[in-house]
């Protein structure tokens, strides 16, 4: 059964720092790894999909890698912002893309 | 163009009730999934649809948990003699195929008292 760990789960960071976020599964033979971030009291807004053959996806300021061998992912998030302030989740995607998530990293940026 | 959309908002239900939670996935996605997400579990996976194939309901906690999902498109989750540890937000997701990025709605909040 896979375990989708992250770490920390809590984080405060000054704006404009640069920072890493950290998602471990247990089972590598996932079809995707997904990171979202969701703000209180909202659903799950997709940020980065890297499919299993892939390494790592940019977007923006964001940029996630996939090691299936070591099972981690990591989420960096350049420049941030008070904006980023939320709750970021990943995602591994099993057979039928069935999602199993982590607890989440609360991300809190202060100016 | 429009996103996933989930129905009601907001539910409030007594005990034993049965009650119905909607979902609108995007036009032309073929794949289709509810998660619940409770203090005490995070989020968990309960149901996939995908196209006309038989869904898998490997995550249904039980069976007074049931969905459909009607002519490809609209999808219905019914939980019947409601207990207090079913409330919680239900996600409904869709993606264009079952590889995809998914894409989520706003949730159903279900408070059974």
């Known amino acids: 059964k896979q375990e989708v760990t992250q770490i920390p789960a809590a984080l405060s960071v000054p704006e404009g720092e640069n920072l890493v976020l950290n998602c471990s599964f247990t089972?590598?033979?996932?079809?995707?790894l997904q990171w979202f971030r969701q703000d209180p009291g909202k659903g799950l807004t997709s940020l980065l999909l890297?499919?299993?053959?892939?390494r790592e996806q940019t977007s923006g300021r964001l940029n996630a890698s996939l090691d299936k061998s070591s099972g981690r992912s990591t989420l960096y998030i350049a420049a941030s912002q008070p904006g980023d302030s939320a709750t970021y989740l990943c995602?591994?995607?099993?057979?039928?893309?069935?999602?199993?998530f982590g607890t989440g990293t609360q991300l809190k940026v202060e100016l | 163009g429009a996103g996933v959309s989930q129905s009601p908002s907001n539910k409030v239900t007594e005990k034993g009730k049965d009650v119905e939670l909607r979902c609108d996935p995007i036009?032309?996605?073929?794949?289709l999934y509810w998660y619940r997400q409770s203090l005490g579990q995070g989020l968990e996976f309960l149901i996939y649809?995908?196209?006309?194939?038989?869904?898998?309901k490997s995550g249904l906690p039980s069976d007074r948990f049931s969905a459909e999902r009607t002519g490809g498109s609209v999808s219905t989750l019914t939980i019947q003699r409601t207990q207090q540890e079913d409330s919680a937000v239900y996600l409904c997701?869709?993606?264009?195929?079952?590889?995809?990025?998914?894409?989520f709605g706003p949730g159903t909040r279900l408070l059974v008292l």
């Open positions: 649809f995908q196209g006309n194939s038989a869904p898998d």
């Open positions: 997701a869709s993606s264009l195929s079952g590889r995809e990025t998914q894409y």
């Open positions: 890297i499919q299993s053959s892939q």
């Open positions: 089972d590598s033979a996932i079809y995707n």
């Open positions: 036009s032309g996605h073929t794949a």
């Open positions: 995602a591994g995607g099993g057979g039928g893309n069935k999602l199993t």
